[in-house]
Nanobody, 124 residues
Framework: QVQLVESGGGLVQAGGSLRLSCAAS????????MGWFRQAPGKEREFVAA????????YYADSVKGRFTISRDNAKNTVYLQMNSLIPEDTAGYYC?????????????????WGQGTQVTVSS
């Protein structure tokens, strides 16, 4: 079992920045692939970013590449999503996810554990 708790969401103006955090517990953090997904009202959950167990490999959706940065601190059991140059289209609930094995980073079904989500709202 893995428990995930996100924090850091909020309301920000377009062009601004936010940093999301996701604290994990219940399993050796360095054994878990971590991802961030988002879901806007009326839309499907979409992949945002993922990071390998060691942090050596990162993956991004085209829509956020160059603006968002995923990182992890295995000593603190925490994964981060630094979001810069935010645009109104980034408005969504953001969810942290953990995958143990056989993870295709962009596929929600491959992540076995999810946080409760944190809302990000970007005003124009």
């Amino acid at each position: 079992q893995v428990q995930l708790v996100e924090s850091g969401g909020g309301l920000v103006q377009a062009g601004g920045s936010l940093r999301l955090s996701c604290a994990a517990s219940g399993r050796t953090f360095s054994s878990i692939v971590m991802g961030w997904f988002r879901q806007a009202p009326g839309k499907e959950r979409e992949f945002v970013a993922a990071i390998s167990r060691s942090g050596g490999n990162t993956y991004y959706a085209d829509s956020v590449k160059g603006r968002f940065t995923i990182s992890r601190d295995n000593a603190k059991n925490t994964v981060y999503l630094q979001m810069n140059s935010l645009i109104p289209e980034d408005t969504a609930g953001y969810y942290c996810a953990a995958g143990v094995s056989g993870v295709r980073v962009g596929v929600p079904a491959d992540y076995g554990y999810w946080g409760q989500g944190t809302q990000v709202t970007v005003s124009s």
